[in-house]
């Protein structure tokens, strides 16, 4: 059974950090990420680590938004991506959901992904 579970999550000063954790079981993938859904609007992409298997090739990717202030890191022999926050802004609120997925080419969007977490609540206070 293939589980993500997130942690890390809390509540900041605007400009403040927090690195959110997310442990994958059950089975690998290439591609793990992270959305997020702030209220009254659609879950949005934020930042995705994609691994080559059999190679030490890796990509990460950013929404333009958060470019500059959020890293996105994965452990393969953990199973784990992680994502650090930085310089968090009050628009950064959101839940924030771990996502997981295999040979799809889509990063940016939620059909690229397979599995998902059930999400970790950030709010940044202004």
């Known amino acids: 059974q293939v589980q993500l579970v997130e942690s890390g999550g809390g509540l900041v000063q605007a400009g403040g950090s927090l690195r959110l954790s997310c442990a994958a079981s059950?089975?690998?993938?290439?591609?793990m990420g992270w959305f997020r859904q702030a209220p009254g609007k659609e879950r949005e992409f934020v930042a995705a680590f994609r691994w080559n298997t059999g190679s030490t090739y890796s990509s990460t990717y950013y929404a333009d938004s958060v470019k500059g202030r959020f890293t996105v890191s994965r452990d393969n022999a953990k199973n784990t991506v992680w994502l650090q926050m930085n310089s968090l802004k009050p628009e950064d609120t959101a839940v924030y959901y771990c996502a997981a997925g295999w040979g799809s080419p889509i990063i940016d969007a939620r059909r690229g992904y397979d599995y998902w977490g059930q999400g970790t609540q950030v709010t940044v206070s202004s």
């Open positions: 059950g089975r690998t993938f290439s591609t």
